[in-house]
């Protein structure tokens, strides 16, 4: 009944040796004297020169070039129209003037219900309100004078009847003892300054550059398509379209309900209207608008300028009056007095009773215990109560079953593996039997990884 809660990985393979192997050796051996096929990785030397290398491609060497003619449209010479411009429009030819009269207001005019009554400014709570006399609630407090006590306050506190003074005790201190400092001057020389030992730097190599050698063989230009192709005709690719098969009797005669039914009517052609020809008029058209004939031009005279003539000084003394100065009286001003209204409702000026209406009008009430639901007792005390039940007589108890991953010594079982999913098998050690020579084999148990 070993349930895995985790998800297979096979991380778990637990082998005497690491195993370099892959999984294609292991599955697909060596048969006979076949030798492995070889790498087609190139091998990792450095190439040699092979001459110079010609810069024509095949494009360049089998390419010929053609006259491409452009077709060219020559430009026609530009010739002027004879005869006049007719500047005339379809507004100036059918405009017909009309007489202008003034727009009529649509919007009606608007009427003001004035009234001469005078507007009455007395509210409706000024009106129907009426004052009503206040009584003043009589105090219940029972007045009695303060006494301050004789005797002196001998309640001592919890903490002044439980508190133990105790003596502190200083912690234990670890700071070192004062150390002499050594003698003499300080020695700065360290094991990296005595076991040091100087070598020599050996000088860097240098690679000689080799002299360019040019290659004395012809370049090989030869690709592998011009040499493994051959213009063999090849045959014509086969169309995959199914072939047109004729369709035999089919119950279909050709002919539908609306076929059948329809009824062809005669069909008039329409009638276009045929506008009237246009007849130009005979009459000089009048340009002459009213803002011409009525208009009267008039010469404007040039403003006169506001800025004085330069150079006229005065002579006199400077007036300082000005109109605000001469009318101008300062007034004396009273501070505002207050606009708030005095209340109506006068203060009390005697002491507050702090009797309520629920401390006169309340009148206390013994509570009544509330009635018990409780059923009465109907089972005599006499009869004993069976309490037995199908699961107490018919329950059989089993045996725990420990799992063998938590403590494996102390059951009897010896580890063996651990498989590819990350569980743990565990073998029971089976005592020897007296009288019989067979030792069976115990079985395998899967413990708790």
Sequence with gaps: RH???????????????????????????????????????????????????????????????????????????????????????????????????????????????????????????????????????????????????????GNPSTFQDDYIPRQPNPPQSYKPCDAKPPEGPFDGNTIHRTAYVVHEIEPMFVRPKEEYKPNDQPFEDLTTHQRDFKGIPGEQAKSCKPESRKLGSDPFKGTTEFQDRYQPYLVTMPEFHKPREYVPPTDKMDLNSSNRLDYISHKP??????????????????????????????????PRGIIKKEPQIQKPTGRFSNLTTFRSHYIPHQANPPQSFKPAHTVGTAVPFKDEALYRTEYTPKKPEVCPGLHPDALGYVYINTDSQGHKFYRQVSPERSGSNCNPIPKEVAGVS
């Design 3 to 153: 349930r895995c809660c985790h998800k297979p990985t096979k991380i778990y393979d637990d082998s005497l040796q690491p195993c370099h192997k892959t999984e294609y050796l292991e599955k697909y051996p060596g048969y006979g004297n076949v030798c492995p096929p070889e790498s087609c990785k190139p091998k990792a030397q450095f190439p040699q020169d092979q001459g110079t290398m010609d810069g024509i491609s095949t494009f360049k060497s089998d390419y010929i070039p053609y006259d491409v003619k452009t077709p060219f449209r020559p430009q026609t010479e530009y010739r002027p129209k004879s005869g006049k411009i007719d500047l005339g429009t379809i507004y100036q030819r059918d405009y017909n003037p009309h007489k202008v009269g003034p727009v009529t207001l649509a919007r009606p005019r608007e009427r003001k219900h004035t009234s001469g009554a005078k507007v009455d400014t007395i509210p409706t709570y000024r009106d129907h309100y009426k004052l009503w006399k206040s009584q003043r609630t009589e105090s219940c407090k029972v007045e009695r004078p303060y006494e301050p006590p004789s005797e002196k306050f």
């Design 301 to 334: 005279a040039p403003r006169a300028p506001i800025r004085p003539a330069p150079g006229r000084k005065t002579t006199g003394p400077f007036q300082g009056k000005t109109t605000t100065k001469e009318d101008f009286q300062p007034w004396s001003a009273c």
